[in-house]
């Protein structure tokens, strides 16, 4: 599998970015996607999960109401619209993938991960 984000620049804090993942080589349905932050000089967090049998959402609480995840499984995407964006935002945001219904908020759960995008948000 091979995950490749995109989407992530600079905006305006309450702009909006609308971030990509798109997952080359999947080979099963019973799979969830989760996307996760990485600022300067902290540890990599949770922002939002999605399965992709059932398309159940996830998020963290600093997100709920602000970021929505989907998918398109025929184009084997998913998507992270980001609104309201705050500067504390401002980080790298990677795609994971992991084999397995569940959406685990533990970065160590997922087994493949894209190369990172960054958002910027300034005040």
């Known amino acids: 599998v091979q995950l490749q984000a995109s989407g992530g620049g600079l905006v305006q804090a309450g702009g909006s970015l609308r971030l990509s993942c798109v997952a080359s080589?999947?080979?099963?349905?019973?799979?969830?996607t989760g996307w996760f932050r990485q600022a300067p000089g902290k540890e990599r967090e949770f922002v939002s999960g999605?399965?992709?049998?059932?398309?159940?959402?996830y998020y963290a609480d600093s997100v709920k109401g602000r970021f929505t995840i989907s998918k398109v499984s025929a184009k084997n995407t998913v998507y992270l619209q980001m609104d309201s964006l705050k500067p504390e935002d401002t980080a790298v945001y990677y795609c994971?993938?992991?084999?397995?219904?569940?959406?685990?908020?533990?970065?160590?759960?997922?087994?493949?991960w894209g190369q990172g995008t960054q958002v910027t948000v300034s005040s």
């Open positions: 994971a993938l992991r084999y397995g219904s569940t959406v685990h908020s533990s970065a160590q759960r997922y087994n493949f």
């Open positions: 080589g999947r080979a099963s349905n019973d799979a969830a």
């Open positions: 999605i399965r992709w049998s059932g398309g159940n959402q």
